[in-house]
């Protein structure tokens, strides 16, 4: 179903600013609850969610003793992972209403691939602001499994003091073990789930360590599915454990879904992706030293100007 351009700013505006529940008693919280596509897509038994999973008075939620626990810098960073996914999800829509009806269906890298670096900063936010809580909170956890969560390992330096290090570990690796050894889930590394979360992945290596030969570009579905993917690496171990790895889950991927029927496709890619180059005679920025001028001359002054 196609719309013009102000019915698609008011159902994004919709989407993000829903109108309040009214009960009995006025205004009431409203918690969105998983989807049917879930269970319809992915064969995800959801039914263990219930609303107010992450309550006051819900065994999830933990209470600290001494005002001066160090802990809470670790608290406050609780609410990142959540606020940088909405973040990505409204630059999302704002792609979406400025490629509306736009004739050519092809630009230049806009909005794309921030949208996708984004959405996997604060997967990567989760893992680590977990795995910190992880090690504070637990009675005991096995010494090399702490080192590979937080990514240090302690050395002995030359004075034979004991120090620490960073050893930065593979994100996937590190949620595995944080999986594994904070909620008790072996997940399924060949699981359908898991590997279109690689896939996503892959998607983000090609762009922030770029793919100088595959010219990586984006369709808007092809970033829609990998949106997906990330939310449900969260959700498929959720499902399995039978309680959410975080809190406000389904409320991203409800928003997530909204936006994909208002999807026009669009490619996001480099310049000259598509343009067959023969290189001889063609100027390119090269501003280094020791350049061989006999095999690629230029055509300025002697000292370069």
């Known amino acids: 179903m ?5 019915e698609l700013e ?10 309040p529940v009214v009960g009995n008693e006025g205004l009431e919280f409203y918690e969105m609850p998983p989807l049917p596509r879930l269970k319809k897509e992915y064969g995800l038994d959801t039914s263990y969610w219930k609303p107010y999973e992450y309550g006051s008075m ?7 003793v001494s005002p001066d626990d160090p802990l809470s810098d670790v608290v406050k960073a609780q609410q990142v992972p959540r606020a940088l996914f909405f973040g990505t999800l409204r630059l999302f829509a704002d792609s979406i209403v400025a490629h509306h009806g736009e004739k050519e269906r092809s630009g230049p890298y806009r909005f794309y691939p921030a949208i996708l670096a984004s959405a996997w900063a604060s997967f990567e936010a989760y893992v680590r602001i977990y795995s910190e809580l992880l090690a504070r909170t637990v ?29 930065p570990q593979p994100l996937l690796g590190r949620y595995r073990w944080l999986l594994k050894f904070g909620y008790g889930c072996d997940y399924d590394r060949g699981s359908r789930i898991w590997q279109m979360g690689e ?20 369709k808007a579905n092809q970033l829609w599915e990998h949106l997906e ?23 991203l991927y409800g928003v997530l879904c909204e936006l994909q029927p208002l999807l026009e496709e669009y490619e996001e890619m480099p310049n000259f992706k598509y343009f067959e180059m023969e290189l001889g005679g063609v100027m390119f920025p090269c ?17 370069g100007r």
Request: glycine share 8%.
């Open 58 to 64: 819900s065994s999830l939620m933990r209470r600290a």
């Open 2 to 6: 196609s719309y013009d351009l102000e």
């Open 10 to 19: 008011g159902r994004i505006h919709a989407i993000f600013h829903p109108e």
């Open 287 to 303: 501003p280094f030293d020791g350049v061989d001028d006999a095999v690629f001359p230029h055509f300025g002054h002697k000292d």
């Open 229 to 251: 993917a990330i939310l449900l690496l969260l959700i498929g171990p959720s499902a399995q454990i039978g309680r959410s790895v975080v809190p406000d889950l389904y409320e």
């Open 199 to 218: 896939a996503a992945l892959r998607a983000r290596h090609e762009l922030v360590h770029y793919e100088i030969r595959g010219m990586p570009s984006l």
């Open 139 to 167: 009675k005991s956890l096995p010494v090399p499994v702490e080192e590979g969560l937080l990514e240090v390992e302690a050395f002995l330096d030359d004075q034979g003091r004991i120090q620490k290090r960073r050893k």
